[in-house]
């Protein structure tokens, strides 16, 4: 198998069986579908990848004198290293402002979570603690919406004034408003993310009740126009079940306005079963994905290999088309 197919068998299946006590310093996310599940980063051959811990996974961990070996069915599939983080990813600082959210998008746990809401000073003490070591690359700011989308993206606005200071590229993730696009830009950060998640629409209004997708493609656009190329990204989940000419189609669509898609395996949460049902994209499905994004990229002039924060340079829980294949 090649690694752009180790890869894809990986993400597949998501989490794997392991000694916790082979686990170093690791996060729980308090965002996004993976909410509150315990995950590290493994790395083979300059490829890395996120698993969730779960001793019911197909996959198992075993240390093999200094290296990590994962098997599958017994036998070893890949062999690498377990992979520091800083906060939440190697590298950067990837920080939840809100980890609570007013949307119920039914693929997403943190409206269950009711989690806190970081305050400014415990940010950049963050920030400050993980840049002491010289490994800090990016920061990355994310929030799901503890009460409305404005008071959010202040939240991320002022966090981006504060953390300037530490000299490296900023990006953030939000839900957007009006003005969102050129306060984020003002303030300070270098690349933005908005989340289409999908471009199904039947999909969308049932998954994603009260969310406003002309709203997001629209401000996608914007963002393009204030930003740049290669400096606006957003997450296209797998496995709500959309097929892969709409998946196609959306990809087109956003490509063609600058902007860079990441195709994201869905997964179901514990927490969300009963309420829709996520299927896991196979490995073969991930690669066929991928090569179309591939081509759609490169068609319309764009690359995945250039972010500087957020998804795409960490390639932990996606196969980056320009990294990976």
Known sequence: M????????????GAVDIDRALLGNITVPTAGPGAGNTAFFFNWNGHRVRLSVDE???????????????????RELVRGQLEEELIHCPGQAYITISERCVFDCKYCPVPKLSGDIKSLDTIIKMVDEASRGGKLHAISITSGVA????????????AIKALVQYDVPIGV????TADSTQQLKEAGAVEVKYNVETMDREIFNRVCPGMDLDFILGSLRQAVSIFGK???????????GETDETIEAGLEELASMGVVPIVRAGGMHPLREGEIDVQRPTAPRLLKLTAILRRVLDEHGLRADVSQTMCLPCTGCDINPHIDM
Do not use: C, M, Q, W
Not at 8 to 13: D, H, I, S
Not at 147 to 158: F, K, L, Q, S, Y
Not at 230 to 237: A, D, E
């Open 147 to 158: 009460d409305t989308p404005e008071n959010e993206v202040g939240r991320a606005v002022e």
């Open 56 to 74: 019911g996974s197909p996959l198992r961990i075993v240390d093999d004198n200094g290296d990590v070996v994962i098997l599958k069915g017994g």
């Open 2 to 13: 090649t690694d752009t197919e180790i890869k894809a068998e990986l993400l597949a299946v």
């Open 173 to 176: 993730s939000v839900y957007p």
């Open 230 to 240: 290669n400096r606006v990204f957003s997450n296209f989940i797998v496995g709500l």
